[in-house]
């Protein structure tokens, strides 16, 4: 009825029985903040599903086999209530080594639904699931705004504001130069939200850029946004979204909308933006 494909619509399953795991976890609950695309997706502006659920692992102390300790026993609270089997398969940590400030751990999580026996079969033989969900688990990265949201029954689970998210793209996109990345999903993600997301605090927004570009050593500044190495590294493989997204806006416009909310950002009096229609 949503459109959605039936491979697509497993694996978001498969998803959320993450993130509701993640929930009934107590310090992952608590120390963990989904952030990025799938947060967009799953809880503030729906429109275009990623392969990795991102988290910001807040504090100390995260190495990956104390990761791959407690994420196995939150899936196995998920294995009752969802009916979803699960378990780490691998964790890996990027870049290796010890004494790293800033490392990203990549689970690699296998599972099995109710109407899969071959993966349900694989799992039981202690094999590795040919099903995955892919989470990220960044450390020490700057989270500026957090809310909780409710689950199934009651659970809590730390997201990124809105705000942040904005933030982070928007230093995503500066960073593309220094990094010689493209980011033309961040582009769209921002250009949605302006036209049809919820209302926007543009004051909030700027001080969270502050604080992420610092952290960084980014120049968050109009004429830095006006670079056209910027756009230019966004409009690769920008076209290719149309395909994976819901709301797809061609690239002029969506440089043209996000252009405006930088101004308006920057502005002495950042107002609260409202969505356009």
């Not at 921002?190 to 120049?219: C, M, Q, T, W, Y």
Request: charged share 25%; net charge neutral.
């Amino acid at each position: 009825s949503h459109g959605v494909p039936a491979a697509q619509a497993r694996e978001r399953f498969a998803q959320y029985g993450v993130l509701w795991a993640i929930s009934q976890h107590p310090e992952l609950r608590e120390h963990l903040v989904f952030k990025g695309g799938n947060a967009l997706d799953f809880v503030w502006c729906p429109n275009r599903s990623t392969k990795d659920l991102d988290f910001t692992g807040l504090g100390t102390g995260w190495d990956a086999e104390n990761l791959r300790h407690r994420f196995d026993q939150a899936l196995q609270r998920a294995r009752g209530r969802l009916e979803f089997q699960a378990r780490v398969q691998k964790v890996h940590q990027n870049p290796p080594g010890p004494n790293r400030t800033m490392p990203t751990f990549q689970i690699t999580v296998g599972y099995a639904l109710p109407d899969d026996p071959r993966n349900q079969a694989r799992l039981a033989r202690g094999e590795a699931s040919k099903a995955i969900i892919q989470v990220e688990v960044s450390v020490n990265e700057c989270v500026c705004g957090v809310e909780s949201i409710l689950l199934e029954g009651g659970a809590q689970l730390q997201v990124a504001t809105l705000e942040d998210i904005v933030a982070e793209k928007l230093r995503a996109l500066l960073q593309q130069i220094p990094r010689k990345r493209s980011r033309p999903q961040d582009l769209l993600d921002i250009a949605v939200i302006s036209r049809e997301g919820h209302p926007l605090n543009l004051e909030r927004v700027r001080g969270f850029l502050r604080e992420k570009a610092e952290a960084r050593g980014v120049d968050p500044t109009l004429e830095a946004f006006r670079n056209l190495e910027v756009w230019e590294r966004a409009r690769h493989g920008y076209d290719a979204l149309a395909h994976t997204s819901r709301t797809f806006i061609p690239f002029e416009g969506a440089q043209a909308a996000v252009l405006r909310l930088i101004e308006g950002m920057m502005a002495a009096e950042a107002p609260v933006l409202r969505p356009e229609r």
